[in-house]
């Protein structure tokens, strides 16, 4: 069970040279921890087929040479599994658990199918925690969303459709449509206006919190969609 989540993973880069920003593989190890739990459904391991997600894009996090963009790369997965994690966390107990998630951890506890739980997992991610993310790492770093970071997010958006469309290859035909739809709908770029806007409005606290209420209302009826009847 998810038991603490700290502020961060701070890392060394070569020769144990400070590295002041997130690390999403340290983070991404407490998933690890959490996978067999979270296979069985066990209540505060999370869903099993979102963790294999995360894992899989997290490890490609700390790929290629130390730049700019792999920093901001790292920073922003730190951020993206940390918020799966205080979600798993907060399920687990009494506490304030965004809609969407409780809508997966719920039906992977009762039994949701795996195939469609990664889809609902991934809309989750991307259509939930992703732009509330940008503006975390952005924030972290000490800079701006600008190109550079449109890019990083584009890739991490193709590396869960990745995973998705590996996952949905042997699934039924409505099944595999759905992937395909899910996939399309996250790349028409809707999710780094999210994160332009949530930036914009930083500085305004309550009507970023609407805003991310609406991001999770939303989320929360399209993984129920997926999910199906249940």
Request: net charge neutral; charged share 25%.
């Amino acid at each position: 069970m998810v038991e603490a989540i700290g502020a961060g993973v701070v890392g060394t880069g070569p020769n144990g040279v400070h590295r002041p920003y997130p690390r999403a593989g340290g983070l991404a190890e407490a998933v690890v921890r959490l996978q067999a739990g979270a296979d069985e459904r066990a209540r505060g391991h999370g869903a099993g087929p979102v963790g294999r997600v995360l894992t899989a894009i997290a490890e490609a996090a700390d790929d290629g040479p130390p730049d700019a963009a792999r920093e901001f790369r790292s920073a922003l997965l730190a951020e993206v599994v940390r918020r799966y994690l205080r979600a798993v966390r907060a399920h687990a107990r009494p506490g304030s658990v965004p809609r969407v998630w409780q809508v997966v951890l719920d039906r992977w506890e009762a039994g949701a199918d795996p195939v469609r739980t990664t889809l609902a997992g991934a809309h989750a991610l991307v259509g939930y925690d992703l732009a509330p993310a940008v503006v975390s790492a952005c924030t972290v770093l000490g800079r701006a969303p600008g190109r550079a970071e449109r890019a990083v997010v584009q890739d991490v958006v193709g590396l869960i459709a990745d995973a998705v469309t590996a996952v949905a290859a042997d699934a039924d035909p409505l099944t595999r449509a759905d992937a395909r739809d899910l996939i399309l709908l996250g790349s028409r770029g809707e999710h780094w206006r999210r994160a332009e806007h949530l930036w914009a409005v930083r500085g305004r606290p309550s009507e970023a919190e609407k805003e991310r209420a609406a991001l999770d209302g939303h989320a929360a009826l399209v993984a129920s969609a997926l999910l199906g009847p249940g």
